[in-house]
């Protein structure tokens, strides 16, 4: 079926009838211990998965732990397979021109980013 919007032709599905339509889910309600299973997962993996799960919904974040204050005690918290990077332009990691910034480079995720961190002034 189509129909004719401001001149554009589109595309309008009918309504499925109501034995085909799939039931609604609640993501929300899912058990605890799957909630921390599927956590232990991706923290596993990468810490980026991990905190991007937790911010799906409160109930989920209240059966993980919290990642913030644990990083330097619980080694699953540690950064892992970043690289630190020059600046350029003979722009060392700590170099008083950066103002305290460092960049880093996630090697399965091919990102780049720019961290404040004052522990490299004048190193």
């Known amino acids: 079926m189509h129909a004719t919007i401001s001149g554009k032709q ?6 499925l ?29 990468n810490l980026l998965d991990y905190v991007r799960f937790r ?16 990083g ?3 080694p699953r918290f540690h950064p892992r397979r970043w690289t630190m990077f020059p600046e350029g332009r003979g722009l060392y990691p700590g170099h008083p021109g950066l ?8 090697l399965d995720s091919g990102v780049f980013v720019r961290v404040r961190l004052p522990l490299f002034t004048n190193h």
Not at 10 to 15: A, E, M, V
Not at 99 to 106: A, E, L
Request: proline share 10%.
């Open 17 to 45: 009838p109501p034995a085909t339509r799939s039931p609604r889910v609640c993501w929300e309600t899912m058990q605890g211990d799957l909630v921390r299973l599927v956590a232990s997962r991706l923290l596993a993996g």
């Open 72 to 74: 330097v005690v619980d």
């Open 10 to 15: 589109r595309c309008i599905s009918p309504p």
């Open 99 to 106: 103002g305290d910034y460092v960049r880093f480079f996630n």
């Open 55 to 70: 911010a799906v919904c409160v109930q989920w974040r209240s059966e993980t732990l919290c990642p913030r204050g644990r």
